[in-house]
């Protein structure tokens, strides 16, 4: 791997995105950050079980949708609509990691190729990057929107390979990401996973293990060159 440039592609919600403004959005109308912490999850859930019997889902019509649900029963100090909408801005506002942009920077300069690979739009990758000053040592922003099912299915990370023009006897290909079924779901696939641990947690033992384990993005440039 030291000598050889992979493809890696970087989920983008809490791998590279820092959503804890959107738990100081709930707070703000009147919920409360374990409330903001359902919402997200629900919105996973719901996403999933619409890709396992292979309908389309979009990531900020579930997220709307399930914010009414969630902020309904909360006592809160505006309308309920204008709270969605202020909990839906924050999540569409948010900023990377501070550990992403210098890791990121890093990866390109050693010759990898990186792409994001989210659930959600792929513009609000691209923004973020972009307000980090990151956005040019990116190959490309993808989004399962309008291409495949959201991930963990194996074939939208097969649709991101064919997209981005991956061939694995030629480039080695990583997924990056804090979700152990994101991991799960690339390594199924065929491809190498880095399992971001910012929190310190124990993997799932019933997930694919992954390939490498990092604290932080920015470790990652020199693990792949010892690896």
Known sequence: MTNTP?????????????????GDAFEAVGATREVASTWFASILRDGFALTAVGTEARFLDIATTNAHESLGASTLNMPIDEAVDAVIAAFSNVSLHGDVAPGIRALHDAGHRLFTLSNGPASNAERMLTEAGVAD?????????????????????????????????????YLVAVHPWDIHGAAKAGLSTVWVNRSGANYPSHFVRPTLIVATIDELSSSLAEN
């Open 6 to 22: 992979a493809t890696i592609f970087f989920d983008v919600n809490e791998t590279l995105s820092d959503l804890s403004p959107v």
């Open 137 to 173: 040592a990116m190959a490309g922003f993808l989004s399962v929107e309008g291409n495949s099912l959201w991930k963990p299915a194996r074939s939208t990370y097969e649709s991101a390979l064919t997209r981005t023009g991956t061939d694995f006897d030629s480039c080695p290909a």
